[in-house]
């Protein structure tokens, strides 16, 4: 079965840090480029980081830059999301999602399929 699993949230204080997995199960990540997406009670899905399949080009959403960190290990088949300065406002439920594209990434939702089932970050105190 093709399918992101995503791990790695929890409950977190303001400024605290998390790491979220996205491991891919049934294919090889290696041909996709993997965003990192969240939703929060009420809200739209928005993008939050994305890393390409070819030269590991990222991007991040301005809410997150300079907090959050994008990688990915081809042979572990698992891209991270390094969170730190954690906020009461990162709340969400994350998802990881895959897209075939050649070059770069984007962190426009559409384009991606394979939907991981989502992991909660709760960031309170």
């Known amino acids: 079965q093709v399918q992101l699993v995503e791990s790695g949230g929890g409950l977190v204080q303001p400024g605290g840090s998390l790491r979220l997995s996205c491991a891919a199960s049934g294919f090889a990540l290696a041909p996709y480029a993997i965003g990192w997406f969240r939703q929060a009670p009420g809200k739209e899905r928005e993008g939050v980081s994305c890393i390409s399949r070819s030269d590991g080009s990222t991007h991040y959403a301005d809410s997150v830059k300079g907090r959050f960190t994008i990688s990915r290990d081809n042979a572990k088949n698992t891209v991270y999301l390094q969170m730190s300065s954690l906020k009461p406002e990162d709340t969400a439920v994350y998802y990881c999602?895959?897209?075939?594209?050649?070059?770069?990434?984007?962190?426009?939702?559409?384009?991606?399929?394979?939907w991981g089932q989502g992991t909660q970050v709760t960031v309170s105190s």
């Open positions: 999602a895959k897209d075939f594209r050649l070059f770069g990434c984007t962190v426009v939702p559409s384009p991606y399929n394979s």
